[in-house]
């Protein structure tokens, strides 16, 4: 396969000097004075204006995310972490004031009404928005905030098990958690489970504080709870909380029974009488775990094959990003967990972040998080960095899409047909088990944040009420009740994004209609894929899901009616 790459310009400074670096606040503060000095006399001069803003905004958020992409990296490197620190606690909590200010200057500006609905619409509704939230007391609690939350990811990227006189990052290990050999299974689950357990003290520590933090910050912009602030902050303008519990009712009735049918047909496959922690992921004696890919570059090559027998544009901004190093897939100790693609808002390249070890999951992840990249390379041409906020729900359209999308052509990873298939199957088993995963940790932040001042013991009581109402009840967890009852320490977004998860149960849904509408006629679908994530956030989030060919929606009925869907397939996969 010849390499076709899609070179997208960095962006051309006219404001900013070109050899301008963030380095300290005082040398970025002029030009913060200077944009706030100007005199704006027309509809022009306010477009110029705002293009001026967006490039420093651009610059700013390259400079931030290459720290952070930093510090995941390598979490053991003190520089790396110096350099992200002094980025939360001496630059951005001074800038913050300056952009609520630039804001009150937009919104003043009587020139506003002639800018464009069609773009612009989307983008000062977010503007207000945050004029209106902001405190300068919350600058300095925000930036503590940031700081807290990645000591998570610090804790976390320690975490190793030793196994026969290796060590293994916890995401090493869980690939032996699909060997089957139950007993070699039920060894490594018992030492994952014995290291959580270790840290759930320091882990409950910093939840508390996070929690304490994020009160005050809603208390301090005049709301009863962190829910309603943050539902607020998150520009949840298409849904409410009520939209949520209706969720959370129609994955329950929906959804959980064909979980469930799944857990029991792999429980029936291995032959045991009794469904225990470690099998969820097993295969019976004599199959072997599927085994994709051996390396990170392995991994890469072979999802930019993926991509390219979907679309030429797609496989081109992965070769693109391997060209420019803008990948690191591979696990390691140090490394922090998780997988992420970040947006580089100047360069326009994107980075793509995960922890392979060599699983069907971790294909998974790549041709997830490929789904974002190809997101952030569509979206680049846009005039204004705030063009390019996009929310979540849309965000996780773009990366879930890709994974139903590309599936017929894993091949590419399994060339046997029955491992082929094996790791569809896989994939929508997935699918159907993350929507009451997504629905536990939704409706527990929901009582988190509306509970504040509750204890340790409180907080586990709930949880353990709430985890069982979407359990599927087939597993025997007997001796590990303590991890089951912490197993929400193990979800990243509860310390590092609050409130960002029934955005992935929103987009998994409208992503199966994608892939509905994908089956009936593939151009069309890959069309409007594009076709709507190019819109970026210039249209409402129903406007982009319209343009993508699909509804915005999450009403039982609808539900019902994807899970169905979901459903005929795998009877046509033999499930």
């Known amino acids: ?13 006219s404001f900013l000097p070109e050899d301008f670096k963030l380095t300290t606040w005082d040398a970025s503060q002029p030009y913060f004075e200077k944009l706030l000095a100007t005199t704006i006399n027309n509809k022009q001069e306010l477009e110029n204006w705002l293009h001026n803003i967006s490039e420093l905004e651009a610059v700013i958020s390259e400079d931030a995310c290459w720290r952070q992409i930093n ?52 983008y000062l509704r977010s503007v207000k928005n945050a004029t209106d939230l902001y405190r300068e007391e919350n600058v300095q609690i925000q930036a503590e905030l940031s700081l807290l939350a990645q000591q998570y990811g610090v804790i976390s ?43 759930k003290e320091e882990l409950n520590k910093l939840f508390n504080q996070l929690l304490e933090k994020r009160q005050q910050v809603a208390k301090n912009a005049g709301f009863e709870n962190y829910r309603d602030y943050k539902f607020r902050e998150l520009g949840r303008f298409d849904y409410t909380p009520a939209d949520c519990f209706a969720f959370h009712d129609a994955v329950r009735e929906h959804i959980l029974p064909l979980h469930k049918m799944l857990v029991e047909r792999r429980k029936k ?4 009488d009794v469904m225990r922690p470690w099998d969820g992921d097993a295969e019976p004696i004599g199959t072997e775990p599927l085994h994709p890919f051996e390396t990170g570059k392995e991994l890469a090559d072979k999802s930019i094959q993926v991509f390219n027998k979907l679309d030429t544009y797609f496989s081109s901004c992965l070769n693109t990003m391997v060209d420019m190093k803008r990948m690191d897939l591979e696990s390691r100790v140090g490394k922090a967990p998780g997988g992420y693609n970040c947006p580089l808002a100047e360069t326009g ?14 294909v998974i992840t790549m041709v997830h998080e490929g789904g974002h990249a190809v997101h952030s390379f569509l979206s680049h041409d846009l005039p204004l960095s705030s063009f390019k906020e996009y929310p979540m729900e849309i965000a996780e359209l773009a990366s879930m899409s890709m994974e139903l999308f590309s599936m017929e052509h894993w091949d590419v990873f399994f060339s046997d047909k029955s491992e082929l298939q094996r ?48 359990s599927t009840g087939v597993t025997d967890w007997t001796g590990f009740e303590e991890y089951r009852a ?29 892939w ?48 169905s869907f979901v459903k005929e397939r795998l009877q046509e996969m033999g499930v």
């Open 349 to 362: 390249v994107p980075f793509i972040f995960m922890n392979a070890a060599g699983t069907i999951n971790d």
């Open 486 to 514: 912490h197993f929400w320490q193990k979800q990243l977004h509860l310390y590092e994004v609050p409130f960002y998860y029934i955005e992935y149960g929103i987009a998994q849904l409208g992503a199966i209609a994608m």
């Open 157 to 199: 990227g320690k975490m190793t098990i030793e196994h026969e006189g290796k060590e293994y990052t916890l995401q090493q290990a869980a690939r032996f958690l699909q060997n089957p050999d139950r007993q070699l299974r039920e060894t490594i689950f018992n030492k994952i489970a014995t290291r959580r357990l270790q840290d």
């Open 71 to 122: 510090m995941t990296c390598d979490t053991t490197n003190k520089t790396f972490e110096e350099a992200f620190t002094y980025f939360c606690m001496e630059i951005e909590p001074k800038m913050k004031p300056y952009f609520f200010e630039l804001n009150k200057k937009l919104l003043a500006s009587p020139f506003i009404k002639e800018l464009d609905d069609n773009q612009y619409y989307p």
């Open 1 to 13: 396969m010849s390499q076709v790459f899609t070179r997208i310009e960095k962006l051309k400074r």
């Open 269 to 272: 496959r291995l032959g045991v």
């Open 516 to 563: 509905r509408q994908y089956r009936g006629n593939k151009e069309q679908a890959l069309e409007n894929y594009k076709a709507a994530l190019a819109l970026g956030y210039t249209k409402t989030l129903k406007e982009l899901y319209t343009t993508a060919g699909i509804k915005f929606d999450f009403s039982p009925a609808y539900v019902a009616e994807l899970g």
């Open 423 to 470: 790791a569809q199957i896989e994939e929508l088993e997935r699918v159907i088990s993350v929507l009451p995963w997504i629905a536990t940790i939704d409706k527990y932040q929901h009582w988190l944040y509306t509970h504040p001042g509750h204890t340790d013991a409180e907080r586990e009581t709930e949880w353990m009420k709430i985890l069982n109402e979407f």
